[in-house]
């Protein structure tokens, strides 16, 4: 078996006018092969002609359609930014037109018809059912004026999600306060804070950003400031109620179009969980297990605010309210988990703990990380490092590529993401295509005296994705659509999430962590402190996840015409979330979720860390570090991609019904 890897096959040294011919060039060859295949005769309609063509022009493009669309999110040249955004944009279109022919959609409907997709192989017979389907949600069985009825439905549905979205982006509703009112909050957060005077007083103005609704919500020792501030905060966007109305009535009349009782069933179709009442006995089932446990973290969290309203001299009414969580659960864990991040940050060099961090991985899932020399790395900014990933355990074959994007710079993508670029395949030839993926992420960069160092929760943001990354290189499919994480949109986080468990288990963060100076792991006083603070008031947390879930499940299988989204979402929120909403207010109205690719599907977050938290807990508790169960892992869960459904895999690993003892068990402490 070779040693030396293959060049990676996508080049990120190309420049604007690359990207532009590249994207041409993968929108020509796809509209030949989609031709030639929607002009076949019924005698023509053979395997070779559809499956064959289709599969390989998709395999062979896949990665240049990443690379061309990826390049506006890493890429340090503002010319290649620029003709990267156009480059996705004109793809889309391109694709959502294709994804729109009937004369294409009328062959492979006719193919299908009169083969036993059953004798195929299972990966053909997969490919050919969801392209079916995709054609049939796209409305191409309706008759024409149906069809044309549903595509004015969606045009305008677009529209409302678009101007949503815009009015909440461009929110710029402010509330003022003097310093007095803002008690708790110090001198650095107020002095960059816009000021005006109002009767010879000054003003500090607070918008319903993050940076500003966060600190007061979390440090202001003024009960009413919180109040004003989270009143304020709920009440964002009333032109929006209308909007998610009109989208609510839209996706109902679309979904029945097609056949659907709801919008709901409409979306649950191609997720895991796939229908209605799988997803509703999910979350009603956890929200009445949480419920005590619930109203249990509640009273704690009064009984410190009865102390220090005592402290304080001032009046306790025996409430509690949505304005009050955040300020006492920092007190509780202040208090109770004296957590101190800054000196945490010591232990977590950033090189180091990567280094370690792939030294996990490679026990754990059988794999060995090789960096690739600056020198000899084709990368997109200095700062990019590049690894080669081998097999450790079969027949020790080239893995895949992964690159490391790790420090903030203008104009980079500002969050952490995996960017999976090259998707792996069995080429023409019976080869294996090696695949690509990038983590890209905003860590501090290190300074001349000292590395860059990581909080704790940025050590488990780094598992997670390298988690995505983990996905992507061990995959193995013979189509590239089928590969990594193209699984279910409910299940592609809990290979990840069930990954984040390292960073509380005492054994790995022994491992992991080590002094920038010493060398020295931390102490076990501070990971007990560590692993303890993480179920902290869980109960009530993952009420309010839940009560979010099951607003957009109610809202999007309700047929009632006149629904009053505000009264839906304020009695929901008091019923599941144990704590009313602030008076007045209509927080759904900047629920951005529901109107960005989410509704119908929110529950997944929930859903998704449930079963990842039955896989750690059930294989990997006893020894985290086991290669044989990380094995087992590899090859029943990151190994096949979404070659077959998430449920069958989960089964397939768990040998069992999936559960959510676990989860309540280890992540809720019940």
């Known amino acids: 078996m070779t040693h030396t890897a293959p060049p990676p096959s996508l080049d990120f040294s190309i420049n604007a006018e690359q990207v532009e011919q590249i994207t041409n060039e993968i929108i020509d060859e796809e509209l030949r092969v989609n031709d030639q295949v929607a002009a076949l005769t019924p005698e023509e309609q ?4 559809i499956v064959v063509r289709l599969t390989r022009i998709e395999n062979e493009l896949a990665g240049k359609a990443q690379l061309v669309s990826s390049l506006s999110q890493i890429s340090p040249d503002a010319a290649v930014r620029e003709a990267s955004v156009a480059a996705e944009t004109k793809y889309d279109q391109f694709s959502i037109d294709q994804s729109m022919r009937r004369d294409l959609y009328n062959v492979i409907q006719s193919y299908i018809s009169k083969t036993d997709l059953d004798s195929l192989g299972a990966e053909d017979a997969r490919l050919l059912r969801k392209m079916e389907r995709s054609f049939r949600r796209n409305g191409l069985h309706l008759p024409e004026d149906k069809y044309e009825e549903y595509k004015d439905l969606r045009k305008r549905l677009s529209e409302t999600c678009i101007e949503f979205n ?29 000021k005006e005077e109002e009767d010879g007083v000054t003003k ?12 007061v919500l979390k440090l202001c020792k003024n009960e009413n400031t919180r109040r004003v501030h989270m009143t304020a905060y709920e009440s964002r966007n009333p032109e929006n109620i209308a909007l998610l109305e009109e989208a609510i009535k839209l996706r109902r009349q679309a979904a029945k179009i097609l056949g659907y009782k709801s919008h709901a069933e409409y979306v649950l179709e191609v997720k895991m969980a796939k229908t209605v009442e799988a997803v509703e006995t999910f979350l009603n089932d956890l929200a009445d297990k949480l419920y005590e446990p619930g109203l249990k973290d ?5 009984e410190l605010k009865k102390a220090e309203k005592a402290a304080r ?12 969580s955040s300020y006492y659960q920092r007190i509780l864990l202040e208090n109770q988990y004296s957590v101190d991040q800054e000196e945490i940050k010591k232990y977590f060099s950033l090189e180091t703990t990567i280094q370690k961090m792939l030294d996990i991985y490679e026990a754990v899932l059988g794999l060995k990380f090789v960096k690739v020399p600056a020198e000899k790395a084709v990368v997109w900014h200095p700062d990019v490092q590049l690894f080669e990933c081998w097999d450790a355990v079969e027949d020790k074959s080239f893995s895949g590529f992964m690159y490391l994007d790790l420090f903030p710079r203008d104009n980079k993508y500002p969050h952490a993401a995996c960017f999976p670029l090259q998707p792996s395949y069995i080429d023409k030839n019976g080869e294996r295509v090696a695949p690509i993926a990038a983590m890209v992420a905003n860590f501090t960069k290190p300074s001349t005296d000292k590395p860059s160092l990581l909080k704790h929760d940025e050590v488990v943001t780094l598992f997670h994705e390298l988690g995505h990354v983990m996905h992507h290189l061990c995959s193995r499919t013979k189509y590239a659509r089928f590969h990594g994480t193209s699984v279910e949109g409910d299940f592609v986080e809990a290979p990840s999430q069930m990954l984040e468990n390292w960073c509380y288990d005492p054994k790995s963060l022994k491992t992991l962590t080590s002094h920038f100076k010493t060398g020295e792991p931390t102490s076990d006083e501070i990971i007990d402190r560590i692993v303890k603070a993480k179920n902290v008031d869980a109960a009530m947390l993952n009420l309010r996840q839940l009560f979010f879930g099951i607003y957009d499940m109610t809202i999007h299988t309700s047929d009632d015409e006149n629904l009053d989204t505000s009264k839906v979402y304020n009695d929901l929120r008091k019923k599941i979330s144990l704590i009313a909403a602030p008076e007045g207010s209509f927080g759904q109205a900047a629920f951005g979720h529901l109107m960005g690719g989410y509704d119908a599907g929110y529950y997944g977050y929930m859903w998704s860390k449930v079963f990842s938290s039955d896989m750690f807990f059930s294989k990997f508790e006893n020894d985290t570090l086991s290669a044989d169960t990380g094995y087992s892992y590899r090859k029943n869960i ?12 989960l089964k397939g690993f768990l040998g069992r019904e999936p559960s959510s003892e676990a989860f309540m068990r280890e992540d809720i402490g019940v």
């Open 638 to 649: 990151l190994e096949k991609g979404s070659s077959r459904d998430g449920m069958d895999l």
């Open 46 to 49: 053979t395997y070779e002609n």
């Open 204 to 215: 500090y103005i607070l918008t319903m950003k993050y940076p500003d609704v966060r600190p």
């Open 166 to 194: 815009k009015n909440w982006a461009r929110e710029s509703s402010t509330v003022k306060f003097t310093k007095e009112e803002l008690e708790g909050l110090d001198d650095d957060f107020l002095d960059g804070l816009k």
């Open 313 to 324: 001299g001032e009046e306790y009414d025996d409430s509690f309210h949505s304005w009050d």
């Open 298 to 302: 509640i009273e704690e969290l009064k």
